[in-house]
């Protein structure tokens, strides 16, 4: 998505707007007056004269049971010697950004409630972590709290209709790829746009850093200690008050908490409990309507969670129904809450109505009633009814006698019920699925077994036991001699063809027991396929049986004349496809079967050679005389090379025309091809060129040196000591000093412009182009040296330098550096010598 750069200006100079009107200069005054060492009173006395109601507000929220002070504070002054006046400045700001933003909001009140919970929770837990990890920055974590969302807040305020903001009920609560959406929406995140405003006031840098890392969990250790408070704040109001507030996030969460702030189990209910305190304190002063009372998890002690997390484990994963499903819960509410009398009423699957199961100390059976609408079940009358509801849909819903529980407990039990709504939501969505495909797949007409890739039973259903006759059948199972045994049916040689590894993807056959005279027996027919499922998740085999025996003979003798065909094109060495007009393919040999539905043209490149349009218009022209080679996709990640032959099939009524396309294999025809090319050209002990190549090179190059007037020389040489190694410890010895000598020239001479080649015996050659004289002596020495280094001293060599001349032929140009080569024999050291 791309944002055009006017429409950036255009959102920022709506959103300075809104900052101007919610925070005007003495809100700013106010942070900044936070934020400084030492508060005066005068500064807070100065700002709240201005502003009568938001005075009271803080009187009425230091009066709160919260700070339990012995008597009423009724001056601001009074208000600040007690509890300093960097908490009064705290109060103070807290309602003043609640009441301005909230003014200025595109969007009720009301539904800014889960908003105002996050941003509220979120700052006192920062500041309740910082108290314990570096107390004197606690004021700062608060603050940074408050004012991080700032950015979203003057979004929504300046924008109806902004793409990141658009629908989401909770905007404080972070979404999947939320971040990268502003970046690209904004031109810069929340956060880093809440740093700029930060910047702008001048306020600290680490309040700014803090804001910006805000959503850092992953590298909450790598910041500072108030960084990692606002981190675990954020983190922790978003769990709680966000819209996923999955219990086992929150109970990992607060593993993790316990861990970065070394507390014991008591340590953390501490800190929850003064979290909580000052949480609901604030809401009631803010007009913030809090959650539920069975959603409110921050009142409940991590034991309490992780137990009832396991509960609803245990319910989501339920097997045997709704009925299974109540029993579980029946279980729970007698043995967790003491619970004997209840009824629930629980959602029917993929369906509007509803079963009602009942309990009670008397019967163990259940009771149960339905499936009805909801409206219409049989309920008990006089009893406490509590919504089993998730993510807004009714699972169903719980009904206690009145009496059932003491009024201490009923909180406790409306968040268990909280709980078993989301494990209702997982057991609809996962377990009742699986079951719904389990019972689908028992009554479907066909035998289905799962297979590993040996062949072994991982899974069947119903009727694939009734079709091999047995109850029951353990897991891994040989599947294939159960086949022979019960049915008579046997794939033969192709049953290990298709497990190996590298088999085919499906096979087919149809067994039909039949006497000498060709008539069936009473034996019944089935049609058995096995499928292999290759990919990042599955390496197994669907086995599919089909009972066919009502069929007529008729029908059996063309099965059988199909499967005959299938089998001799499977068995061809060459591809066989059927395709429409348009190249689709309908058909295709078990070599090519993961083309079956694909486009040929689209699965398919012609060799360089090829000049017609390669499309569907090629095959109104396609003739058997008339083959393309063609590189091919055989749909399994393989390539291959073919000779592509295409014939017109007869057109059937009501159908297009259709093409039949027999593919020979040309890859190893290529390979042989390639391999005599490199046989015919290169030495086949050194891998240099060999002695017949070295002439063709010599003349091309004498040619194109005399075209373009650049200098050609050629470098001769043989091997000194040779002969004694050959003598002293044989010919294989002197093939490896051989192939070292070839290595030690290919090292250095220049790919492209220098031909290295094995003369014959030890003589070598190099046909050096775009030479000097210079660069030809350089080039001799450093072949000379790569040739000892790499032979290790074992050889030396004997060298004659050549330049063309006008009068030089090929062979005239050979002698006279043959001669040079020979002549260098009586040098001492380095022996190079030109050619006269």
Request: avoid cysteine; glycine fraction near 2%.
């Given at each position: 998505m791309t944002v055009p750069q006017g429409r950036h200006m255009a959102d920022e100079e709506a959103i300075n707007r809104c900052l101007q009107l919610t925070f005007p200069p003495v809100m700013v005054q106010?942070?900044?007056?936070?934020?400084?060492?030492?508060?005066?009173?005068?500064?807070?006395?100065?700002?709240?004269?201005?502003?009568?109601?938001?005075?009271?507000?803080?009187?009425?929220?230091?009066?709160?049971?919260?700070?339990g002070l012995g008597t009423k504070v009724s001056d601001l002054q009074r208000a600040a010697t007690v509890l300093g006046t960097r908490e009064i400045l705290k109060l103070a700001l807290s309602l003043s950004f609640q009441k301005r933003v909230s003014s200025e909001l595109k969007r009720p009140q009301q539904a800014m409630y889960q908003d105002w919970r996050l941003v509220v929770w979120s700052s006192i837990a920062a500041e309740q972590i910082a108290l314990r990890v570096q107390p004197d920055t606690a004021h700062l974590a608060y603050l940074a709290s408050l004012l991080k969302d700032l950015a979203l807040f003057m979004h929504l305020c300046s924008a109806d209709e902004d793409p990141v903001l658009r629908g989401k009920a909770c905007i404080t609560s972070l979404e999947r790829d939320q971040l990268a959406l502003e970046n690209t929406c904004w031109g810069a995140d929340h956060a880093a746009m809440a740093r700029n405003i930060i910047h702008r006031w001048g306020l600290p840098e680490a309040i700014a850093d803090a804001i910006a890392s805000h959503h850092d969990l992953n590298g909450v250790a790598h910041h500072?200690?108030?960084?990692?408070?606002?981190?675990?704040?954020?983190?922790?109001?978003?769990?709680?008050?966000?819209?996923?507030?999955?219990?086992?996030?929150?109970?990992?969460?607060?593993?993790?908490l316990r861990s970065r702030l070394s507390l014991d189990e008591q340590g953390l209910e501490n800190l929850r409990e003064a979290c909580a305190q000052r949480f609901k304190s604030m809401l009631a002063q803010l007009a913030i309507q809090d959650r539920p009372a069975g959603a409110r998890l921050y009142e409940q002690s991590l034991e309490t969670l992780q137990s009832f997390y396991f509960l609803g484990a245990e319910l989501s994963h339920v097997a045997g129904g709704l009925p299974s499903l109540a029993a579980t819960l029946g279980r729970q509410l007698r043995w967790y809450w003491n619970v004997q009398r209840w009824e629930v009423a629980l959602r029917v699957p993929g369906s509007e109505e509803y079963m009602l199961f009942s309990g009670d100390e008397t019967t163990p059976a259940l009771r149960q009633a339905g499936p009805a609408p909801f409206a219409r079940l049989p309920w008990q009358t006089g009893q406490e009814r509590v919504p089993l509801s998730a993510s807004g849909i009714d699972w169903g819903q719980l009904r206690l006698p009145k009496d059932a529980l003491a009024p201490a407990r009923k909180s406790a039990l409306l968040v268990y019920c909280h709980f078993m709504a989301m494990a209702l939501e997982n057991y609809y969505h996962q377990q009742a699925v699986l079951e719904a495909k389990a019972d689908t797949l028992d009554a479907l007409p066909l035998g289905v077994a799962r297979l590993d890739r040996q062949g072994l039973l991982v899974e069947a259903n119903r009727r694939f036991l009734d079709y091999v006759g047995r109850d029951e059948l353990p897991p891994r199972t040989p599947v294939r001699p159960l086949l022979s045994e019960s049915l008579g049916l046997d794939f033969g040689p192709e049953w290990q063809t298709f497990t190996d590894q590298g088999g085919p993807a499906f096979i087919s056959r149809l067994f039909c027991p039949t006497d000498a005279a060709g008539k069936r027996m009473g034996a019944p027919c089935a049609y058995v396929s096995l499928?292999?499922?290759?990919?990042?998740?599955?390496?197994?085999?669907?086995?599919?049986?089909?009972?066919?025996?009502?069929?007529?003979?008729?029908?059996?003798?063309?099965?059988?004349?199909?499967?005959?065909?299938?089998?001799?094109?499977?068995?061809?060495?060459?591809?066989?496809?059927t395709m429409d007009h348009t190249g689709q393919i309908s058909w295709a040999s078990r070599r090519c079967a993961g083309l079956r539905g694909k486009n040929l043209f689209a699965s398919s490149r012609p060799s360089a050679t090829f000049t017609d349009t390669w499309d569907a218009a090629y095959l109104s022209g396609a003739s058997p005389a008339a083959p393309v080679e063609a590189v091919l996709e055989l749909g399994d990640g393989n390539m291959g090379l073919f000779e592509l032959i295409f014939s017109a099939l007869d057109a059937r009524e009501h159908e297009g025309p259709a093409f039949l396309m027999v593919g020979r294999d040309l890859t190893s025809i290529r390979r042989l091809e390639e391999k005599v090319k490199q046989q015919a050209m290169y030495d086949g002990l050194t891998g240099l060129f060999n002695h017949s190549q070295f002439h063709m090179i010599l003349e091309r190059e004498m040619e194109r040196s005399r075209r373009t007037n650049r200098q050609l020389g050629l470098i001769f040489f043989d091997l000194d000591r040779f002969k004694a190694i050959n003598d002293t410890y044989g010919h294989q010895a002197g093939d490896t000093v051989l192939r070292r000598v070839a290595a030690g020239i290919s090292a250095v001479v220049r790919k492209g412009m220098d031909f290295p080649c094995r003369y014959g015996g030890d003589e070598f050659a190099v046909v050096v182009t775009e030479v000097t004289p210079e660069i030809m002596e350089g080039l001799a020495r450093r072949i000379r040296e790569g040739v000892v280094t790499s032979c290790k001293g074992a050889v030396d060599m004997s060298m004659g330098l050549a330049l063309l001349t006008p009068s030089d032929t090929g062979e005239s140009l050979v002698q006279r550096a043959d001669r040079a080569s020979y002549s260098s024999k009586k040098l001492e050291g380095v022996k190079v010598r030109w050619a006269e």
């Open positions: 106010l942070v900044q007056a936070l934020v400084a060492p030492f508060p005066e009173f005068s500064t807070i006395a100065r700002i709240l004269a201005m502003d009568p109601m938001l005075a009271a507000a803080v009187l009425n929220l230091v009066n709160s049971p919260y700070y500072t200690p108030l960084t990692q408070a606002v981190i675990l704040g954020t983190q922790w109001a978003d769990l709680l008050h966000g819209q996923a507030t999955h219990p086992a996030l929150i109970i990992q969460f607060e593993m993790l499928h292999r499922r290759r990919d990042a998740s599955h390496d197994d085999v669907l086995l599919l049986i089909e009972d066919v025996t009502e069929i007529s003979d008729v029908d059996v003798q063309n099965l059988r004349q199909r499967d005959f065909l299938e089998r001799l094109l499977d068995s061809m060495q060459e591809i066989v496809l």
